[in-house]
Protein backbone atom coordinates (compact mmCIF):
# COMPACT_ATOMS: atom_id res chain seq x y z
CA UNK A 1 0.00 0.00 0.00
CA UNK A 2 3.23 2.06 0.85
CA UNK A 3 4.66 1.50 -2.50
CA UNK A 4 1.34 2.16 -4.20
CA UNK A 5 0.77 5.95 -2.50
CA UNK A 6 4.35 6.86 -2.71
CA UNK A 7 3.91 6.63 -6.59
CA UNK A 8 0.70 8.31 -6.52
CA UNK A 9 2.43 11.52 -4.69
CA UNK A 10 5.20 11.30 -7.05
CA UNK A 11 2.76 11.14 -10.58
CA UNK A 12 -0.24 13.01 -9.31
CA UNK A 13 1.49 16.45 -10.01
CA UNK A 14 2.81 15.64 -13.15
CA UNK A 15 -0.76 14.36 -14.30
CA UNK A 16 -3.04 17.48 -12.77
CA UNK A 17 -0.13 19.90 -14.80
CA UNK A 18 -1.08 17.89 -17.86
CA UNK A 19 -4.66 18.00 -17.57
CA UNK A 20 -4.91 21.71 -16.59
CA UNK A 21 -2.86 22.15 -19.63
CA UNK A 22 -4.62 20.58 -22.09
CA UNK A 23 -7.63 21.92 -20.94
CA UNK A 24 -6.46 25.68 -21.36
CA UNK A 25 -5.74 25.84 -17.74
CA UNK A 26 -3.57 27.45 -16.16
CA UNK A 27 -2.50 29.27 -13.07
CA UNK A 28 -1.99 32.82 -14.92
CA UNK A 29 -5.24 32.48 -16.08
CA UNK A 30 -6.85 31.55 -12.82
CA UNK A 31 -5.29 34.05 -10.84
CA UNK A 32 -6.42 37.14 -13.46
CA UNK A 33 -10.17 35.63 -13.68
CA UNK A 34 -9.85 35.53 -10.10
CA UNK A 35 -8.79 39.11 -9.77
CA UNK A 36 -11.28 40.12 -12.72
CA UNK A 37 -13.97 39.14 -10.61
CA UNK A 38 -12.96 40.56 -7.10
CA UNK A 39 -12.78 44.07 -9.64
CA UNK A 40 -15.98 43.22 -10.75
CA UNK A 41 -17.60 42.77 -7.65
CA UNK A 42 -16.11 46.30 -6.69
CA UNK A 43 -17.23 47.59 -9.35
CA UNK A 44 -21.06 46.55 -8.40
CA UNK A 45 -21.25 47.52 -4.64
CA UNK A 46 -19.42 50.86 -6.24
CA UNK A 47 -22.84 51.37 -8.71
CA UNK A 48 -25.28 50.16 -5.63
CA UNK A 49 -23.26 52.86 -3.47
CA UNK A 50 -22.84 55.94 -5.71
CA UNK A 51 -26.11 55.41 -7.63
CA UNK A 52 -28.86 54.44 -5.09
CA UNK A 53 -32.01 55.70 -6.77
CA UNK A 54 -30.87 54.59 -10.10
CA UNK A 55 -32.86 51.23 -11.95
CA UNK A 56 -31.02 47.83 -12.41
CA UNK A 57 -30.10 48.62 -16.05
CA UNK A 58 -28.51 51.66 -15.24
CA UNK A 59 -26.44 50.54 -12.53
CA UNK A 60 -25.17 47.82 -14.30
CA UNK A 61 -24.04 50.06 -17.21
CA UNK A 62 -22.14 52.05 -14.40
CA UNK A 63 -20.74 48.76 -13.01
CA UNK A 64 -19.51 48.04 -16.42
CA UNK A 65 -17.96 51.47 -17.08
CA UNK A 66 -16.16 51.06 -13.57
CA UNK A 67 -14.63 47.56 -14.37
CA UNK A 68 -13.08 48.43 -17.67
CA UNK A 69 -11.63 51.48 -15.94
CA UNK A 70 -10.42 49.55 -12.79
CA UNK A 71 -9.26 46.93 -15.17
CA UNK A 72 -7.58 48.96 -17.49
CA UNK A 73 -5.72 50.22 -14.60
CA UNK A 74 -4.81 46.83 -13.60
CA UNK A 75 -3.29 45.66 -17.09
CA UNK A 76 -5.91 44.00 -18.30
CA UNK A 77 -8.53 44.27 -21.19
CA UNK A 78 -11.95 43.84 -21.34
CA UNK A 79 -15.05 44.25 -24.11
CA UNK A 80 -18.05 45.44 -23.10
CA UNK A 81 -19.25 42.04 -23.18
CA UNK A 82 -16.43 40.67 -20.84
CA UNK A 83 -17.03 43.53 -18.77
CA UNK A 84 -20.99 43.33 -18.58
CA UNK A 85 -20.54 39.59 -18.22
CA UNK A 86 -18.35 39.66 -14.80
CA UNK A 87 -20.25 42.71 -13.49
CA UNK A 88 -23.52 40.16 -13.88
CA UNK A 89 -21.58 37.31 -12.44
CA UNK A 90 -20.43 39.61 -9.67
CA UNK A 91 -23.75 40.46 -9.14
CA UNK A 92 -25.15 36.98 -8.49
CA UNK A 93 -22.71 35.93 -6.16
CA UNK A 94 -23.09 39.17 -4.05
CA UNK A 95 -26.67 37.86 -3.75
CA UNK A 96 -26.00 34.37 -3.04
CA UNK A 97 -23.62 35.65 -0.25
CA UNK A 98 -26.25 38.12 1.16
CA UNK A 99 -29.20 35.22 0.88
CA UNK A 100 -26.81 32.73 2.55
CA UNK A 101 -25.68 35.07 5.43
CA UNK A 102 -29.87 35.67 6.04
CA UNK A 103 -30.37 32.53 6.27
CA UNK A 104 -27.71 31.60 8.55
CA UNK A 105 -29.32 34.31 10.91
CA UNK A 106 -32.84 32.61 10.54
CA UNK A 107 -31.88 29.30 10.85
CA UNK A 108 -29.33 28.59 13.44
Known amino acids: MSLVSD ?5 LPSLLTYV ?10 LQ ?4 LLRLAEEA ?3 AE ?10 KLK ?5 LKMVA ?20 QRIQKGALENLVKRVVP
Open 44 to 46: VLF
Open 49 to 58: DAFPDSPGVE
Open 72 to 91: AKAGLKLSDKEAEEKARVAF
Open 20 to 29: FTRLGLDKLK
Open 32 to 35: KYER
Open 7 to 11: IVILL
Open 62 to 66: KAVEY
